[in-house]
């Protein structure tokens, strides 16, 4: 049976979006979705250590590895995979946001089931998190090539700020105030429903985006071989930086997972931000390359102690 924290269900969510817009189509107002990412992507936090970052101690090389992954590989993939789409703006941008973003929300879970090294990760994530936020948007100016400019991005601030940090910064408090025992397995409960919370999410936005733009649906297909070929590629350039660092199986598994998992649940809020006129498919993109990656994710999980064998 299929767990209720399988990554699976935010495809699931999503599709069962999609499969409404023809039968029931429906508009539910951007504050309404905006309100229902708020609260995914508060427990998405609760299960991030955001009052202990850089404490995690010989993480050193994993840090190094992702960094150059993220700033480096990633971006030339994206670039690369995104030009495919470049006859199609919104698809291109769609993309870009999409994979340009370094994952918070799946991977950590899955590293964990895997038998990756977990503790290697964690405390880069609320780097990773600022950085979804301020480097993933003038890279996407810089690799669309004209299509993303920065008069795009004004639009955007406010919904960071109170969809995206402010969560953030309320799962902070709740960390502080939550060290005591019982508190703190409120916390870890409410972290295990993060998955329910982003399906939920996209379930909604599917539906209503999806509804206005009905005879566009069938060109989200275009977008799922190349989320696909990411997660194939990716795959061995990670695991050859990985093996350059000189790092544990553990750890190897560890940037395996954490190279794949991309930052879509945290940008399907800014893209409902962007001018609706223009931009108004981008969500549906970045949620299928979500989706993918929710789907692909669970196949590294299976296949990655087979890929890095042995222990620490």
Same mark, same amino acid.
């Given at each position: ?8 269900w935010?495809?699931v969510?999503f ?6 817009t ?14 229902? *990412?708020?609260?995914?992507?508060? *427990? ?6 955001l ?14 590895? =992702?960094?150059?992954?993220? =700033? ?5 993939? %994206? ?16 993309l870009?946001?999409? =994979? ?11 590293? #964990? ?13 609320p ?20 299509q ?32 005591m025992? #019982?508190?703190?397995?409120? #916390? ?12 939920? %999410?996209?379930?909604?936005?599917a539906?209503s985006?999806g509804s206005?733009?009905?005879? #566009?649906?069938?060109q ?23 093996g ?9 598994r560890a ?27 981008l ?30």
């Amino acid at each position: 049976m299929l767990s209720l924290r399988s990554p699976v269900w935010i495809a699931v969510g999503f599709m069962a979006g999609l499969g409404l817009t023809s039968l029931w189509p429906i508009a539910i107002p951007t504050t309404a979705l905006f309100i229902a *990412h708020a609260i995914a992507i508060f *427990h998405v936090a609760l299960g991030l250590p955001l009052l202990s970052f850089g404490r995690v101690v010989g993480s050193g090389r994993v840090w190094r590895a =992702l960094i150059v992954l993220n =700033l480096v590989v990633v971006p030339a993939l %994206a670039f690369v995979l995104s030009r495919i789409q470049w006859r199609t703006p919104d698809l291109q941008v769609g993309l870009l946001l999409a =994979l340009l973003a370094p994952g918070v929300a799946l991977s950590i879970p899955v590293i #964990r089931r895997a038998g990756g090294d977990v503790e290697s990760v964690l405390g880069i994530t609320p780097l990773l998190l600022a950085g979804q936020l301020v480097v993933v948007p003038p890279l996407a100016i810089v690799l669309s090539g004209g299509q993303f400019h920065w008069s795009d991005l004004p639009d955007t601030f406010m919904p960071i700020v109170w969809v995206i940090a402010l969560p953030v910064l309320i799962a902070a408090l709740f960390q502080f105030v939550g060290k005591m025992p #019982r508190l703190d397995q409120v #916390r870890q409960r409410l972290s295990n429903s993060s998955v329910l919370w982003m399906s939920i %999410a996209f379930f909604l936005t599917a539906w209503s985006v999806g509804s206005s733009h009905v005879e #566009r649906l069938e060109q989200l297909a275009w977008i799922v071989p190349l989320a696909i070929a990411f997660l194939v590629v990716i795959a061995p350039i990670s695991l050859l930086i990985a093996g350059l660092v000189g790092v544990t199986a553990e750890r190897r598994r560890a940037i395996l997972i954490a190279a794949a998992g991309r930052g879509g649940v945290v940008m399907v809020p800014i893209t409902l931000a962007l001018d609706p006129e223009y931009w108004g498919f981008l969500p549906l993109v970045v949620m299928v390359q979500a989706s993918v990656e929710a789907v692909g994710l669970v196949v590294y999980r299976t296949i990655s102690p087979e890929i890095v064998p042995g222990t620490q």
